[in-house]
T-cell receptor
Framework: GQNIDQPTEMTATEGAIVQINCTYQ??????LFWYQQHAGEAPTFLSY????GLEEKGRFSSFLSRSKGYSYLLLKELQMKDSASYLC????????FGSGTRLSIRP | DTGVSQDPRHKITKRGQNVTFRCDPI?????LYWYRQTLGQGPEFLTY????????KSRLLSDRFSAERPKGSFSTLEIQRTEQGDSAMYLC??????????????FGPGTRLTVL
């Protein structure tokens, strides 16, 4: 079967750091995507991990452990505009999206 | 703007009517995907094209749904005899199987369907 587990909601403070965790079980694995989705808008691509380890891209970093079926998205220096849903999406034969983590940033 | 475009952005229809949505992918992308998304959920896969060939269709997709990509460029998604449960955001995404960004899906703005 296929299962993706990430927290439904998180809250963090502007300027702080937040880590959004994702665990997954898929039939086969060909990498993991993270997407950002603002309310009422389409998802936008953030990162793609295919090998174990940390990928850093500006304020956002994504980590993957294939043996543990685990990934996280790290957001640094949080800004109000980072308030959005973050979708963990492992790829087996196709990409499967989790329900997303709704992140709220407070001043 | 060379991103994925979708038309219309919003559609309100009465139950039982047919609706058709259009998606224009990024021009060099040979793969095109349709998803459906409801509030609080992630995008749910509907179907996938590689060029003009429809390679996969979700088992959740009823016979009322059909998609085409006749020339391997734009695609249409038709829903026949709409039901209130079809109300959702319909997202289109495209990707390429070549180069550095291969397999990364880029989404269009979506078509929000409301069935009354």
């Amino acid at each position: 079967g296929q299962n993706i587990d990430q927290p439904t909601e998180m809250t963090a403070t502007e300027g702080a750091i937040v880590q959004i965790n994702c665990t997954y079980q898929t039939s086969g694995f060909n990498g993991l995507f993270w997407y950002q989705q603002h309310a009422g808008e389409a998802p936008t691509f953030l990162s793609y991990n295919v090998l174990d380890g940390l990928e850093e891209k500006g304020r956002f970093s994504s980590f993957l452990s294939r043996s543990k079926g685990y990934s996280y998205l790290l957001l640094k220096e949080l800004q109000m505009k980072d308030s959005a849903s973050y979708l963990c999406a492992p790829r087996a034969s196709k990409i499967i999206f989790g329900s997303g983590t709704r992140l709220s940033i407070r001043p | 703007d060379t991103g994925v475009s979708q038309d219309p952005r919003h559609k309100i229809t009465k139950r039982g009517q047919n609706v058709t949505f259009r998606c224009d992918p990024i021009s060099e992308h040979n793969r095109l995907y349709w998803y459906r998304q409801t509030l609080g959920q992630g995008p749910e896969f509907l179907t996938y094209f590689q060029n003009e060939a429809q390679l996969e269709k979700s088992r959740l997709l009823s016979d009322r749904f059909s998609a085409e990509r006749p020339k391997g460029s734009f695609s249409t998604l038709e829903i026949q005899r709409t039901e209130q449960g079809d109300s959702a955001m319909y997202l289109c995404a495209s990707s390429t199987d070549r180069g550095y960004t291969r397999d990364t899906q880029y989404f269009g703005p979506g078509t929000r369907l409301t069935v009354l």
